[in-house]
């Protein structure tokens, strides 16, 4: 993904095309929209892979219509619709763009009408009575239209773009054609996809000992227990695991190494969760709550191959060396160009690490690759500003508005009695 498209989405009034780097820092006050831009993410890649759009699955819960669409533009003192979209480029030439056009229905939001465009081809499937869709696709060559109507019975809140990909008239030859390559870009869904991952702020509590159980994921992170005794009973994945986990502990200064130990000889055993520190190794649980909360965040980003990863306030519950090896983390996995990540932070030691390993040449990152999105409230309104600031070679922060740092200076001046 590298765009994300809003319209009167929350506490974002009007449009905001925001471009989406391999690693982007979301920053700003509290109730700035710094969630909604993650769930909508997460929307914008829905509609894209064609599946069914959720608002309300963890870790976003973005309620009804009401509480979705806040522009006070329309009848009813809200905007009549809003749309989430996304684009994808490469090599600075777009490639695909997906927008989707959502209205009020029983006070949920409705898909009414999603656009999709690629190279040639244009493809608008609007509802018009029930679930009946029209669709029209343009050929943006010729200007040539092909139009087809179409029942989506799949559910009344959505038109699904997997069934419009898979829809029988797409199997004309003469369409067919037109859409050469339309399925790289939209596959049919699947059960593996990647989705986005997203981890909540608040993780799981962790426990003195953990019963085998299927690992199935969370916004949670309750799984990951689990996930390391499975990938531990795997020599051969244990082993690079097992040596990422203890480099990134060492350097944070939480940990030597971490691993699952069995309290019998069978896989359906109970095991614990062991935490080497100086002087022996200890229950999980009995170690400083940071292990606990930080170790969903490394198992899920180092165990999963490719994706847009979604990550709540990582650095809560750590100290700022750890805080600022995080930063390093997430860069290196960055740059290796398989993963995207936006990160929201209240981190300016997590921040300051990604400038110095950029003005350090640590890790293969480089400026191009990193954004930080401000997210600022206007003056005496409740909409919100997304202002990009960059990083350059030397580490400095560019593009920079006036009241990106003023609290920090302001209490330097009280503490400096200024």
């Known amino acids: 993904m590298d765009e994300l498209i809003l319209e009167n989405f ?53 309620g009804a219509y009401e509480q979705i669409a806040s522009s006070s533009v329309g009848k009813t003192g809200q905007s009549d619709n809003f749309s989430v979209g996304c684009s994808l480029s490469r090599n600075g030439s777009e490639l695909m763009r997906c927008i989707g056009l959502f209205s009020q229905s029983d006070s949920q939001p409705e898909l009414d009408k999603i656009t999709v465009e690629y190279n040639i081809a244009k493809i608008e499937a609007l509802r018009t009575s029930g679930n009946n869709v029209d669709c029209n696709i343009t050929n943006k060559q010729t200007n040539k239209v092909v139009k087809k109507t179409f029942s989506d019975s799949t559910s009344r809140h ?28 939209f596959p049919p869904p699947r059960a593996d996809s990647n989705e986005p991952w997203a981890m909540a702020p608040v993780r799981s509590k962790p426990e003195r000992t953990y019963n085998p159980v299927m690992d199935i994921p969370d916004a949670q992170g309750t799984h990951v227990p689990m996930r390391l005794a499975i990938i531990a009973a795997k020599p051969d994945k244990w082993d690079s695991l097992h040596t990422a986990l203890s480099r ?14 069995r309290k019998g000889s069978s896989s ?39 994706g847009i990863f979604l990550l709540q306030q990582p650095e809560v519950h750590l100290h700022p060396r750890a805080q600022a090896e995080f930063g390093s ?50 003056t005496n309104s409740p909409w919100i500003d997304i202002r990009q600031i960059y990083i350059d070679e030397s580490g400095e922060l560019v593009n920079v508005p006036d009241s990106y740092r003023s609290f920090f200076l ?3 001046e009280r503490f400096l009695g200024i």
Not at 248 to 261: D, E, Q
Not at 292 to 301: A, K
């Open 248 to 261: 990134f502990g060492k350097a944070s200064g939480l940990f030597k190494t971490i691993s699952p130990r």
């Open 268 to 306: 359906s055993d109970p095991f614990q969760i062991m935490v080497e520190l100086p002087g022996g190794k200890r229950n999980l649980i009995d170690v400083g709550y940071g292990v606990s909360q930080v170790l969903p965040f490394l198992v899920e980003c180092m165990t999963r191959e490719t």
């Open 329 to 378: 983390f997430i860069g290196e996995l960055a740059a290796q160009g398989k993963k995207e990540f936006i990160l929201e932070t209240h981190s300016d030691h997590l921040i300051d690490r990604v400038r110095m390993d950029i003005r350090d040449k640590k890790n293969r990152l480089k400026p191009e690759d990193v954004q930080i999105l401000y997210f600022e409230r206007k």
């Open 10 to 62: 929350r506490c974002f009034h009007g449009s905001h095309k925001v471009p989406i780097k391999p690693l982007t820092l979301l920053v700003g006050e509290n109730s700035t929209g710094k969630t909604s831009f993650l769930a909508a993410i997460r929307i914008a890649h829905q509609l894209a892979s064609g599946k069914p759009v959720d608002f309300n699955s963890e870790p976003f819960n973005l």
């Open 158 to 185: 959505s038109i699904s773009l997997g069934i419009l990909i898979r829809s029988e008239f797409l199997y004309d030859k003469a369409i067919k054609q037109l859409l050469h390559g339309f399925y790289a870009f």
């Open 410 to 412: 302001k209490e330097q």
